[in-house]
């Protein structure tokens, strides 16, 4: 059987009546510094964009925590909450990173130091054979 055509319904168009009175748009009143710029022929004029100011690029980075770490982030949301404004865990790590920002030399240094005294966990050291010794 060949396949039928289906016709799409479309919406009814609009009717005006010939008594309607004709649409009439509203003029905005003209931005302050577009007044101020007509008072004084002198004075520069501003042009605003129109256009939003364009958004860094976000990167999705990944890192490990450890337990004690995703407690203390947890815990840090919790505060937030009861603050009243519910925090995710980005936001979060994104306002330590301005906290660490606005540190002191000494005042960051004091804060990282001890998280690079840590050892960290080596991907390769898991996975080498251990050295067998040579045959005699």
């Not at 603050?83 to 990173?97: E, P, Q, R, S, Y």
């Not at 991907?123 to 080498?128: F, S, W």
Request: aromatic fraction near 2%; hydrophobic fraction near 40%; glycine fraction near 2%.
């Amino acid at each position: 059987m060949p396949p039928t055509k289906t016709k799409v319904p479309t919406p009814p168009r609009r009717r005006v009546s010939a008594n309607a009175a004709p649409v009439v748009k509203s003029i905005a009143a003209p931005p302050p510094y577009a007044v101020a710029a007509a008072a004084d022929v002198d004075a520069p004029v501003v042009a605003r964009s129109k256009r939003a100011p364009k958004q860094e690029n976000r990167l999705k980075v990944s890192h490990r925590m450890t337990a004690s770490q995703s407690a203390l982030l947890d815990e840090l949301k919790s505060r937030s909450v009861r603050l009243g404004h519910a925090a995710k865990k980005g936001d979060v790590i994104f306002a330590g990173l301005q906290l660490l920002n606005r540190l002191s030399e000494k005042g960051f240094e004091a804060a990282i130091l001890p998280l690079l005294a840590t050892p960290k966990f080596k991907k390769n050291a898991a996975r080498k054979k251990p050295a067998t010794q040579p045959k005699a």
